[in-house]
């Protein structure tokens, strides 16, 4: 299929695919780890082949090739890192961490450690995602048995708090046992005296925008 892919000049057209990406998706759950790994490479190809429209196929295949982060091989979470570029690439970093964050409420250390290092390198990328959706995964974490873990949730939170605002982390610690929740929540306090008031997406593009009439304003002030 490479060869194939490599004769097209990595072009093809998503059309007539569901096949094959039915086979993609299957070829994730195959018991032989070396089987997968040649799956994983495919659908990074298959992202850098077919672009932007291969978002049609996230939920079929892409999520099934996050789930080999999770794998205790660190050379099968290696080439699902890069699918995962070469997706980002196709669809967007903030896509792929939309598909990352549910991943994140399941207390798995290579999962939780990947998916951050991830989110960390594509941090830029946080303002376009459904943040309200990052909350309940990134405060799970927050009672995760490893240090560095919390260290990188504390971390994702400071940049998540600003565009949901605190009020959206708290409620998510409803749903928590008490005690767990009281450990929680002076964290979330602390991260929240350094975010500031949360603005709106909407707001933000229009602060820009209207940044940017200004400036346009006074440069022809200048002309004139």
């Known amino acids: 299929m490479e060869a ?10 998503p059309n007539g695919l569901n096949d094959l990406m039915d086979a993609m998706k299957n070829g994730m759950k195959d018991p032989n780890k070396a089987v997968v790994k040649v799956f994983i490479a495919l ?3 298959l992202a850098e082949a ?43 970093p903030e896509q792929v961490i939309n ?26 990328a946080i303002p376009a995602c459904d943040t309200k959706e990052m909350v309940k995964p990134l405060v799970s974490c927050l009672t995760d048995k490893s240090k560095d873990i919390r260290t990188s949730a504390e971390d994702i939170i400071s940049k998540v708090m600003p565009i949901t605002g605190y009020q959206e982390f708290l409620g998510a610690t409803k749903d928590m046992k008490q ?9 979330l306090e602390k991260l929240s005296k350094n975010c ?29």
């Open 179 to 187: 005690a767990v929740a009281q450990t929680v929540k002076p964290i």
């Open 43 to 45: 659908l990074g190809l």
């Open 99 to 124: 598909q990352l964050c549910p991943l994140l409420l399941v207390e798995n250390p290579e999962t939780r450690t990947e998916g951050f290092k991830w989110i960390s390198e594509h941090a830029d």
């Open 50 to 92: 077919i672009g932007a429209p291969i978002k049609q196929f996230t939920k079929k295949c892409f999520v099934p090739l996050l789930n080999n982060l999770s794998d205790k091989q660190s050379l099968v979470r290696a080439d699902v890192i890069v699918a995962m570029n070469k997706w980002a690439d196709a669809i967007g």
């Open 196 to 224: 500031g008031p949360a603005q709106s997406k909407l707001e933000k593009s229009m602060n820009k925008s209207m940044d940017s009439l200004f400036s346009e304003l006074m440069r022809a002030l200048d002309v004139i």
């Open 4 to 13: 194939i892919l490599r004769e097209a000049k990595m072009r093809i057209e």
